[in-house]
Every structure is written in C-alpha cells, then in structure tokens.
C-alpha cells in the first residue's frame, strides 16, 4: 500500500486536490467537475477497504499476491523475436531503425 | 559557476572533513534471454532486434521470471554475504521514453538478498543492504544539441536492453574516500565475474556506478544531505567525480550554504558535476505490486545448492595466498597475485616442498615481474617456475640473476636449470664471496669502522660494492650476513 492511500483510508475521505495530484502522475487532464466526480467514486472504493480494515487479521500473514502460487519460472532459453519492420510500422514516428520521440525535458529518473 | 575553483579544499587531504559515500552498483547479469521473456540478452545487436510483445510493453503481453537469472542474484547475494530470502516484484512507474510500459518492474520493499558485507584487500569491511533484481531500460540517443539531452531537438529509442536482467546492490554508507570507492568496485567486480554472473565490463555498460556523497566535519557522527552522483563510466571517472562532488560541498558548506539533495550528472570532459533537475516535480515512483508476478521462493535446498557450487571468492584466495606466503593478506603483491588469477604458481611452489621462504619469493617475483607480463603469464609453466623460485630461494641464484632467468622463461620457455647455466650464473662460493668481501673492507677502512660503531645504513654501501665487484652473482643475502657476523 503507498503512503497516500494509507493516509486515505485512516482519514475515509479523498479530496478533489489529491486526485489532482494523483491524476498529474498519471498524465491525466481533468476539469473540475471530473475531479468532483472522481474524488466522489474513489472514496467510495476507499470506503470499501475500509470495511475490510474493520476485519481481526492479527496472525494473518500480507498476502503478495491472490493466487497460491510462488516460483513461476522459465528456461532461460531464446524464442525468436519480432521482426524489427512490424514492430516500428507501429511507432508514431522513425528515424534510423529507432523509435523517434518528441525532445524530453530531462535526465531519466 | 563556470569554472572550476582552484582554492577549494582538497577532500582526500583536508582533516577538517570526512567524505561520506554509499555506492549503487547496476549489473547486468550475463544470461541468455532477458529479465522477463526470451528475447536474445547480448550486447551491440542491430537497434529494435530484440524486442518482443512483452519487452515493449505491448497489451495482454506478461512476464515470466527467468529462472537463471534468479541463479545469478542469489548467486551474487551469496557471494556478498547477505541473506537469501523469499521476494516479489513491484512496479516503478514514471513516464520516460526508456521503458516503454511507462513502469519498470523491480524490487521494492522485499529484495531477494538484505544484509551483507564486502570485505576490501586491505581489511576494510564495507556493508551491503541489499541487492536486487530488477529490469534494465531501453537506450536512448539525443539528436542534435551535441547530443546533450537539454539542447536535443528529438531523441531515439532502441528497446534491445529493455528487459535485460540487472542486479542493483546498494552498500551502507561506510566508504570514506575516492580511492576506497574505486577499491570497492573493484573487489565487487571481482566477485561479480567470479560468481559467473556478470562480465564485469564497465566500458560497455554491464557495470554501472552511481554514487551517494556527503560531507560532514571529522568526527561528527550525523550524515550530511547527501547528492547523487551519476554517469560515471570508469573507475577513474568515478575517483575524479567523487573528489569533485566533496570538494563542491566543502566550499559551499565553507562559504555559509547548504547543500540540496539532488541528483548529479558528471561531464567528464568537464570534470564536474551538474544539477541534473528539470523543473518537473520531484519523481513519485507509486510503487505497488506487481500483479502479474507470484512471489519468489527459493527452496533451501535451491539456496544451499548455490553456496556450493560458488568457487572461491577473491577474500578467501588472498586469505589462502597470504597463508601459504607468510605475507599479509592485505599486502599489495598479495591482492595483485590473486587480481591476476596467479595463485596456481604458488600452489605450484607451495607442492614442490623447496626451502621454506620459498612461497614468499614466489608471491614476489608473481607480483613484480610475472604481472608485468600478463601474457607471458598465462602460458607460465608451473613446475618450471616452482624450480625457479625453488633455486633462489634455497640461494643458488641471486634476486637479480633469477629476475634475469625467469624473464628469460617467460619469452621463450626453457628449463630454469638450463637457462642458469647458459648465461653463467654459478651460484658463488661461500669463501669466495667472503674473500670479496674482505677486499672492500681493506679498500673502505672509514666506512667500516663507522659500520663497526653502529653505523647500519652504511650495509646499503658495502652491498652495493659486493654487488658491483661480483657482477650481481653474488647472494646479496648471503653478503650481509657475512658483514653481520664480521663486525
Ligand atoms: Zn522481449
């Protein structure tokens, strides 16, 4: 669980501001009234963790994932790979056999 | 701030200051296929010919975990010491145009190795906290601007090392100076190559070094703001960065400022370090896990497997040279013996059973003349060699005539007992050497009677003599304990 949305369910609500933000990591452009929307709909989805919190889970061990699975592996074995024209017959733009992308703003994280 | 200032403090020198630095080593691991799918993992393939639907992201594609690159970080872990323990896999999201999921799958709060520690040649103990897996990012190239991605017009993409296997290993913040930084990314290089898992070649990549440097006064226990320091593509690059990154800190701490944590980028024409931050918000990673990865459990049996089929690791061949020769392990001859994989010459000399320092002038003359000559040293017969050593050591050949023979051997073979003989190098008589040294008494009557008095750096003179008159064939050991027991 990230930091915000522990501090979303411990205070059961989702301000218009939050998914503000949340939307700018995701590169999403809202209006107003969708933010209204959205912070209404999500805490509705928050409310609903909140009724599983209510839950005695002490002794229950964090489960990673919903499947009893572990170990899920493959042979470290090469299968061929696409072919190079039908991967960058999808890019927008190509300029020597790479993917031409718009000038980015800075250094890589 | 334009150039670089001359009246700084020099941070290796200042007492004043300790330099504080934590390492983030990036490997690539040297499998067949990639982290996730059976794309070819090789290094200079044609742009965009390794690629598939799950390396570039494509939708309904999933990743399968490859197995040897597990083998590899537990590998890796092992060899570092650290605890090898059940994990699982998060996404990393930020937007960039190097991984085209807009994620990277790595991770996070539960990391397959914690907790172990790296010992240098010199006896300095350099903790782990954890190493990794994680996958590696597409490359990009910046068209126009020099190439320089603030002044580029456009920038290109090839996917080929999206998805390559990485392990990341993060040490605590134990390192102390630039000269201990390069130390320990030389020993972990070592163990990397060692333990199969990389090719540990730093000019192409598969070793990548970031570093985390601060500055505090000497003797302050708290931790300075730290910045991060990238882009550092030798071990050389890496020495100037750091050097230059605690200078830049000192001076600004000096003149009243404070340091602002960020990351660094190192212009290596330049020599210095630039603010790498663009005017974005700082990066909110919104790691969470990866849904379609189950956890990673390695049985014991898988883990123990692994710590036997390890071979010995660089700490254990020194431990095992110095015992054999006598000298410490945290000498230089020793680290540069087993450095060049030449501890099989001294098992060599250790079996033929000759005189007993007879390890110890091996491990010297390993260290001295074999490594100069690393090519030679590779087709170097053992035996040959241990006879070599064997007659030095035992006093038939002088340091200077048994330098002369095995250089000699290493360029065109031959039997050491042979080669000996043939340049004339007879081992001199005892009364021989000691009716010479009687001559250079009777010709230095000053010099000996201050030797007489306790004079002993005056033996350097009387040896030196010994030396010039027999043409280097004297044993120069043999000489002074003559001198010793005249006086
Ligand atoms: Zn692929």
Redesign the pocket.
Known sequence: MTAMSRRITTEGRISAKEVAHVARLARLRLTDEELERFAEQLGAVLEHARDVEQLDTAGVPPTAHPLPLVNVLRDDAVVP?LDRDEVLAQAPEVEDDRFRVPRILGEAP | MSTVDRDRPNPSTDPAWEIVIGLEVHCELRTAT?LF?G?RNSFGEEPNTS??P??LGLPGSLPVLNRTAVDYAMRIGTALHCRVQPSQFHRKNYFYPDMPKDYQISQYDVPINADGWLDLPDGGRIGIIRAHLEEDTGKTTHVGGGGRIHDAAHSLVDYNRA?VPLVEIVSAPDIRSAEEARAYVDELRAILVATGASDGKMEEGSLRVDANVSVRPAGSTDFGTRCEIKNMNSLRSLGRAIEYEAARQMALISEGGTVAQETRHWDEGGGRTGSMRSKEEAYDYRYFPEPDLVPLEPSEDWVAAVATSLPRLPADRRAAVAEASGLPAGSDAVATVVRLGLDHLVDAVVSAAGPPDAPSVAVRRLANEVAADPEAAASLDPASFARLVGMEAGGALTAAQARTVLKAIMDRGGEPEAIASELGFEAMDVSDLEAVVEEIISAHPDEWSRFEAGEDKLTGFFIGKVKAATDGKADLKAASSILRNRR
């Open positions: 790979c | 990639k799918c794309c690629v598939c799950v390396c998805g």
